[in-house]
């Protein structure tokens, strides 16, 4: 069962973008971080973009993406 994840970290509001994913506090799109680390940029070149949306808060928000994940797949194999 997945934990209450996400208060204080990620938001979403119908009329706030659409409803996309925002990071708390802000109209900044969750998605804009994966797309930058994605293409290779750091979190500090994300963060120079999106002056509104603070270190602790990409750390959380990547911190609460990996618990979710490791509850969603479950146990890993043996190695």
């Not at 119908?14 to 994966?34: H, I, M, Q, W, Y």
């Not at 293409?39 to 609460?64: N, Q």
């Amino acid at each position: 069962m997945l934990l209450d994840w996400g208060h204080g970290i990620v938001s979403r509001d119908p009329e706030v973008l659409n409803g996309n994913l925002v990071f708390a506090d802000t109209r900044v799109s969750v998605k804009n971080l994966v797309d930058y680390l994605a293409a290779g940029d750091t979190l500090d070149y994300f963060l120079e973009g999106f002056l509104g949306v603070s270190r602790e808060l990409t750390v959380a928000y990547l911190e609460m993406s990996h618990k979710v994940a490791e509850e969603t797949v479950g146990v890993s194999a043996s190695r």
